[in-house]
């Protein structure tokens, strides 16, 4: 996400995304990244948590940390965006593909850290439509599709290793992990 930027105290920049600014930056620290070819002055900041684009084809989880996408294709060869349902939890949402009281998906990242090092995604569909649901953790930039066949009954998902908390890897936050 590029960020806007405004004049700070002697050689700081204020970082943020419209009028939320985050952090006064030093340029000089390393946790800053740079995209390909914008060099310093374009600055990539993610504040924890309420990163996420949240729009009606993205649905955001964790605090922002997870976003969440689905993509169909019908029997007749249409394609679309899975719309996210406005009623939603920090954990858990759900998804319409032809009409909003027709619920497709349903969807949770539960945080799972103190028992294996990590989060967890589970999905239940009730459909038998093709989709891609693509999770992606904003704070590795890591993503995970979850897919079905066009004429399959959706398949429940239990992935309890879909993303690690931490650098750590799985099983980090205990001695041995748990599998």
Known sequence: MLSERTEGAAGLELVGVGSQFFDAVDLTKPRYRFPFGLGPRAVVFQPPGDVCPQDSGTLCLQRGRFSLRAEWRDFDGN???GQVVVDRSET??????????NR????????????NGGFWVF??????VEFDLTVTDLDTFDSR??????????????????FPCSGGGF?????????
């Open 104 to 115: 497709e998906l349903m969807v949770k990242v539960i945080d799972g850290c103190t028992f």
């Open 123 to 128: 999905l239940a569909g009730t459909t038998n």
């Open 171 to 179: 099983g980090a936050a205990i001695p041995g992990g748990l599998r």
């Open 145 to 162: 599709v979850y897919s079905n066949a066009l004429g399959q009954t959706a398949d429940t998902v239990l992935d309890t290793l879909a």
């Open 92 to 101: 858990a949402g759900q998804f319409w593909f032809f009409s909003e009281d």
């Open 79 to 81: 394609r679309g965006a």
